[in-house]
């Protein structure tokens, strides 16, 4: 298969919203590149005694609009491109759904799935002894992303307060509720998605009946127990993770497959499901296509084959612009991952918000704060679509591209 350079695909969205938006020489270089980067080594002792040296990145992409946000990534192909990519995704997504908030990312290159948790901790309280001083309520706030957790940010959190000797909880996001996480983020992602799927039901007038998730960690888990809660409606035929497949195109019970996952770590065995390959879910005839693996996943060489009706991209990054164009030719409602998966970081600013002043939402008033917002934005980004006549992610990107010009712009810096 083809290989695709993230950051040379983010650059290329943000390339055709300004050609869109005919923005100046200076706007578009300022928008295409980060604003700061950073890259470090850490040294890290390890169970056997023996230090190892880490490679770490943080990358401030755009703080236009506000402290950069982004989350932290612990991945053994992290690159710093990937990371590039990621942060521009960041601020753009941020710019959709309105928050006042730039956009960053970070990533540590290990492999978290052979390691204690011991050297897990370390490798945290290493990462933000690196970047302490880059980051702050006012400067950059981090979160969790691939491989890491609330506990990784309680780590986190807790080496940033060691060091600069101040209770600020507000730093990072997706923290444990006991110090200072808020209620309704565990699913958020998901949560925003599943509202977009609404909206594009109800703006398109079509039926959530059955649906398919390419990714099961935390948002595709969710993402399979909040369809039918939300929709009233959907039956689940396929579902794949990292090992294989899965496809029962009678429905897959949500609840049991997520126990299951949780158990063997895999979603294959499953009972009464016949195998099937990540490629052929993304295949499959169904009215909801849930892309929550890694970026890429749906590009020039397969996108003729997607037979979706909505694409809700739960990942960042899942398809790219070559695909984009085909399957906006094919008719297929594609809910872009700057607006479908900003579910995470529009809580993770209600955190910011709640740890701000000590004073915490209910549930269900997150959940109704979420739907808000995110629905909000579903519009803004529809007839954006309708009145230019363009495909749903060019559309987001003009949205979020031009109120970064703008800020930049009454800034003064171009």
Request: net charge neutral; charged share 25%.
């Given at each position: ?11 290329k ?7 869109h938006?005919?923005l ?6 300022l ?21 190892r ?64 948790e ?5 490798i ?37 307060e ?27 992602t ?36 909040l369809?039918n809660?939300?929709?009233g ?41 016949e ?42 990054g ?46 269900s ?50």
């Open positions: 298969m083809k290989s695709y350079n993230s950051f040379e695909v983010a650059q969205q943000v390339l055709e919203a300004a050609q938006l005919r100046d020489k200076p706007t578009i270089e928008l295409t590149h980060p604003q700061k980067e950073f890259t470090f080594t850490m040294p890290i002792r390890m169970d056997d005694k023996k230090v040296i880490f490679h770490g990145y943080r990358i401030q992409y755009n703080y236009a609009r506000g402290p950069a946000k982004g989350g932290i990534r612990f991945h053994m192909d992290e690159t710093i491109d990937t990371i590039r990519a990621l942060a521009s995704w960041m601020t753009w997504k941020t710019a959709v759904v309105d928050l006042p908030l730039g956009g960053a990312k970070g990533g540590v290159v290990c492999d978290p799935k052979n390691m204690s011991i050297e897990l901790e370390n945290a309280r290493g990462y933000i002894r690196s970047i302490s001083e880059l980051i702050g309520i006012t400067k950059d706030i981090p979160a969790p992303d691939v491989y890491t957790n609330p506990q990784t940010m309680a780590w986190m959190m807790d080496e940033y060691t060091i600069t000797r101040q209770h600020m909880p507000g730093v990072l996001t997706d923290k444990p509720q006991q110090i200072g996480g808020t209620e309704g983020r565990r699913d958020a998901a949560r925003g998605g599943v509202y977009c799927v609404r909206e594009a039901c109800k703006y398109y007038n079509l039926k959530p009946s059955t649906f398919a998730i390419q990714g099961f960690g935390n948002a595709g888990q969710r993402a399979a127990l369809h809660e939300i929709l409606e959907g039956k689940l035929v396929a579902v794949c993770d990292s090992k294989g497949g899965i496809y029962n195109p009678n429905g897959i019970n949500p609840k049991e497959l997520v126990v299951y996952k949780l158990q063997t770590g895999k979603v294959v065995g499953f009972p009464g499901c195998p099937i390959t990540s490629e052929e879910v993304l295949k499959l005839k169904v009215d909801v296509l849930y892309p929550a693996a890694l970026e890429n996943a749906i590009n020039e060489e397969n996108a003729e084959s997607i037979n979706a009706s909505i694409i809700c991209e739960l990942a960042n899942p398809t790219t612009p070559e695909a984009d164009l085909i399957l906006f030719e094919k008719g297929i409602k594609v809910i872009p991952d700057i607006l479908a998966s900003a579910g995470g970081v529009i809580v993770s600013y209600f955190e910011m918000v709640q740890d701000s002043y000590s004073y915490f939402w209910e549930e008033e997150v959940h109704h704060k979420l739907d808000f917002k995110i629905s909000k934005a579903y519009k803004t980004v529809y007839e954006a679509i309708k009145e230019k006549k363009l495909h749903p992610r060019l559309a987001a990107m003009v949205v979020g591209v031009a109120r970064v010009a703008e800020a930049s712009k009454l800034r003064g810096w171009v």
